[in-house]
């Protein structure tokens, strides 16, 4: 079981750096899709987990992450007709290496940690340190606000990770809560996404200053 | 029983106010409501408090707090002796808004004015309850809070919200110092319970660590001299009552909080009471000195309050000299003094300050020198003024006398000891009396430029006597000076009452009417009275009516009533003797060529603390702070950036860096 967590691990990790390296706006909203699939499927590995409600929440979040959340996407970037780069502040191929980066501290900083003996030898603290850190390095050089959005979602996977740790402890009204508050939120922000682009003709958030007093 | 009565009374004022938020903005109902409410709240306080400074029994009751320890409140003598200027001003205050601001003249601000009123009383009234810090602390922010939204009643106006953020920022700041108070409490005794320290229990570091903490936290209250910023500006455009309030009463929460907590700690060495009662001569003699320098009526009120809290602070340096020199009659009188003066400058205070709201709602201006004239306009508010004034300036027969020869004769007794005790008299006694006369050169400059003469501008001649709602209030306050005043045997009871469980024990057979022969000054005062009634009446008796003729006006031939002698010239001459502190400015008037335009001159005293240090040195920490405005641009990305560093740099604090890099290079 546990080299099977890994290696869905390990590609959440490369996925990282795949979000940093796409170019394209639809390229990077597929692969964060895929990532939040890959990681909804992540309870049914953890033993003595699998019974009815965990299926009922594996499901739920599969396809909010990996097919409610992308479409949703999808049709804000269609709608707002905006150009389909991603626009990076900073290059790809620095991204990517400060991506390597994080992973590289994420690795370093998991070993000092004092874990519980089941979660001995599994990826989940690293991968979940580096995809936050990801998501953090996505949203402070993207700059578009769809960009943005993607940026948040890789964050919340992060941070999904980590509550994996707890999973035996975390009651499922909770992971039901906080899928229920991304979706939401994420459904607000498209839809703030056409009204920025219609107020400033643009879908930059820097334009936003000039809300500024 | 007295419990129970006082926590109904807090409850109704707290609720006071709800009713009317849910009435028009206009309607006089609400008010109405307000008024009943806060009224019957008051009456079962007083009854309450009368109850807690009569029965012997200390009750404390246990309220679950879960997540402080268990709350604990209770009424002994002490917190009944500070509920009844709560009370009574809470009461009178609201009473007096009935005719100073009524909701139909106000509609913008009038129900916040009655909500945080009722909630500032009982707030107040938890703080002075409460035996646990937790409670206190939350009676004590309720109060600050509810202050503020009262100081900044009207904050459509620029200079209102500039003293209301000026009050927010020393409120605060003294909040602050209080929890850093209780958190070395708990630390030190380990619990938040407000009970008193065995001698020996803590080391004198932390002893000295708590006295300055609320020295401080508790000065910046109560106004103490250099942490006085905060109060004219705020007295000044406060509303009367809420003024009267502030003056009246809050600031005596600061000297509750000091009395309450410095007679917790154990052992005082002499230095702490030596401070006090030097902080309280410099607050009490700058105090007067910058309130004669004063043009505003309701600011100069207001610099009398920090005389007169430099009083009350004198009386509390030399008990707690008395505590350090084991000296019970200096407790006695000097805790005695403090306390009645306490009483004292929240009747005469208020009342000059509601006569003053009464004089500004006729006139429209609180300056000084454009009123004039408005005893005859105006006889009640005139008369009652004057009774404040008598009463302020310490002089027999009314009430501040009483405290004050308290205090005087407590300093006095430190003469016959040799030593450390004797400076304190030494520096004392001259201070007090210079501070009194100094007070009755200012009120003979504020009664006589305000209601004698003749009107000095178009408003005051057209001043109206106020409406019986504002004048019943003020007649109660003069009341309670009169009486206070000509019987003070009456509150000697009540004095030994409030202090008995703050005297160390043994010290049983020194009471105030022991010490103090307070029948016979209450004679006196009698006396005093009887013979300027039978003078008044003798000079009525002679009937001799008043000729109105016009005074020398050094043959000018238009003379006009602007002529008059100002309160700013009578003030003169004490002004440039205290220049050296005061600063005066004067803008004098650019007079040039044979035919000068025409031509205004005018003078301001700034304040010592607020704008000559604080200021400057707030400006100039803006200046070198500009760089910080680099940062913050208002871009998400940047902030979520500075999110990421810090985390970063957080986590990088646990890696082990030195043993990566020695494996690293290691062979």
Request: contains cysteine; glycine residues 10%.
């Given at each position: ?213 | ?130 035996r ?49 108070l209780?958190?070395l409490w708990r630390w030190a005794t380990g619990s938040?319970a407000l009970l008193p320290l065995a001698s020996e229990a803590v080391g004198l570091g932390v002893l000295n660590g708590l006295f300055f903490l609320a020295l ?42 000091l009395v309450r907590f410095l007679f917790l700690l154990p052992d005082p060495p002499g230095a702490w009471g030596g401070l006090i ?39 509390l340096?030399?008990a707690m000299l008395g505590r350090s020199a084991h000296r019970p009659?200096w407790i006695?009188?000097g805790l ?84 450390a ?78 202090m008995a469980g703050l005297l160390p024990p043994g010290s049983a ?159």
């Amino acid at each position: 079981m546990t080299s099977l967590l890994n290696a869905i691990l390990v590609i959440v990790l490369v996925m990282n750096l795949f979000a940093l390296a796409a170019s394209r706006i639809r390229a990077l909203i597929r692969i964060v899709a895929v990532q939040g699939a890959l990681l909804g499927a992540i309870p049914l590995l953890v033993p003595q987990h699998v019974a009815l409600p965990a299926v009922l929440m594996v499901v739920a979040a599969v396809a909010i992450k990996g097919v409610v959340i992308p479409l949703i996407m999808m049709r804000a970037l269609r709608d707002a007709q905006i150009k389909r780069e991603v626009g990076p502040l900073i290059g790809r191929l620095p991204s990517v290496i400060l991506g390597a980066a994080a992973i590289l501290f994420a690795v370093l900083f998991a070993d000092q940690l004092p874990l519980a003996d089941q979660h001995e030898g599994v990826l989940l603290v690293p991968a979940s340190i580096a995809t936050v850190l990801v998501g953090f390095i996505l949203l402070t050089t993207r700059v578009k606000a769809i960009t943005q959005i993607v940026g948040y979602l890789v964050l919340e996977n992060g941070i999904y990770i980590f509550g994996t740790l707890l999973i035996e402890a975390l009651p499922l009204v909770v992971e039901l809560g906080v899928l229920l508050d991304l979706f939401v939120g994420i459904f607000v922000i498209c839809i703030i996404v056409n009204h920025i682009n219609q107020a400033f003709s643009s879908l930059d958030t820097r334009q936003l200053v000039s809300l500024k007093e | 029983m007295a419990l129970t009565l006082i926590l109904i009374a807090t409850l109704l004022a707290a609720g006071s106010g709800l009713p009317g938020v849910f009435l028009g903005r206009s309607s006089r109902w609400g008010q109405r409501v307000a008024v009943g409410l806060m009224a019957s709240g008051a009456l079962a306080g007083l009854a309450g408090a009368c109850l807690g400074l009569t029965s012997a029994q200390d009750r404390i009751v246990v309220f679950p707090w879960p997540a402080m320890g268990d709350s604990l409140i209770g009424v002994d003598a002490l917190s009944a002796f500070f509920l009844v200027p709560i009370f009574l001003m809470g009461g009178l205050g609201s009473l007096y808004s009935l005719g100073y601001w009524p909701q139909d003249q106000h509609p913008e601000n009038g129900r916040k004015l009655q909500l945080f009123w009722g909630l500032m009383v009982a707030g107040m009234a938890l703080l002075v309850l409460a035996r646990q810090a937790m409670a206190f602390l939350l009676g004590w922010e309720v109060m600050a809070l509810s202050a503020f939204f009262l100081v900044s009643t009207e904050d459509h106006r620029e200079e209102c919200r500039q003293v209301g953020w000026v009050y927010l920022v020393s409120t605060h700041l003294g909040t602050l110092t209080l929890f850093g108070l209780f958190s070395l409490w708990r630390w030190a005794t380990g619990s938040y319970a407000l009970l008193p320290l065995a001698s020996e229990a803590v080391g004198l570091g932390v002893l000295n660590g708590l006295f300055f903490l609320a020295l401080l936290g508790f000065g910046l209250k109560a106004g103490m001299m250099p942490l006085h910023f905060w109060l004219p500006g705020a007295h000044a455009n406060a509303p009367s009552q809420v003024s009267a309030m502030l003056s009246g009463v809050v600031l005596k929460m600061g000297v509750y909080g000091l009395v309450r907590f410095l007679f917790l700690l154990p052992d005082p060495p002499g230095a702490w009471g030596g401070l006090i009662l030097v902080l309280g001569a410099i607050s009490g003699l700058l105090g007067v000195v910058f309130a004669i320098g004063q043009h505003d009526l309701k600011r100069l009120l207001a610099y009398h309050s920090v005389e007169n809290i430099g009083i009350i602070l004198m009386g509390l340096g030399l008990a707690m000299l008395g505590r350090s020199a084991h000296r019970p009659e200096w407790i006695v009188l000097g805790l005695a003094g403090c306390l009645l003066h306490v009483w004292n400058h929240s009747f005469f205070k208020s009342l000059l300050f509601l006569c003053a709201g009464s004089v500004v709602q006729a006139t429209h201006t609180q300056e000084i020198d454009r009123l004039g004239g408005l005893a005859k306009r105006m006889p009640w508010t005139a008369g009652l003024f004057l009774v404040g004034a008598v009463a302020i300036c310490g002089l027999p027969p009314l009430n501040g006398f009483v405290s004050e020869l308290l205090v005087y004769l407590g300093l006095f007794r430190t003469i016959t000891v040799p030593g450390a005790g004797g400076s304190a008299a030494v520096i004392g006694a001259p201070v007090l009396a210079m501070i009194g006369a100094l007070a009755v050169a200012c009120f003979v400059k504020v009664y006589g430029a305000v209601f004698l003469g003749t009107p000095r501008d178009h408003d005051p001649a057209q001043a109206h006597e106020a409406p019986l709602s504002m004048r019943a209030p003020m007649l109660v306050l003069a009341a309670c000076c009169a009486l206070i005043g000509l019987a003070p045997g009456l509150v000697a009871p009540v004095l030994d009452r409030a202090m008995a469980g703050l005297l160390p024990p043994g010290s049983a057979p020194f009471s105030v009417a022991s010490l103090v022969p307070l029948d016979t000054v209450g004679a006196m005062s009698l006396a005093l009275v009887a013979f300027a009634g039978v003078l008044a009446l003798a000079f009525t008796a002679r009937g001799r009516a008043a000729r109105r003729v016009g005074t020398w006006d050094c043959g000018y031939a238009l003379p006009t009533s602007r002529m008059q002698y100002t309160a700013a010239s009578f003030a003169q001459i004490i002004v440039t003797m205290f220049a050296w502190v005061l600063r005066p400015r004067v803008h004098p008037p650019g007079i040039e060529g044979p035919f000068p335009r025409a031509a205004g001159m005018h003078s301001h005293v700034d304040d010592l603390v607020l704008d000559r240090v604080l200021a400057p040195v707030g400006r100039c920490v803006a200046r070198w702070c500009d760089w910080i405005h680099q940062l913050q641009q208002g871009l998400t990305q940047h902030y979520v950036l500075y999110i990421l560093i810090a985390v970063v740099l957080m986590l990088s604090t646990l890696l082990p860096i030195d043993g990566f890099l020695s494996r690293l290079f290691a062979r």
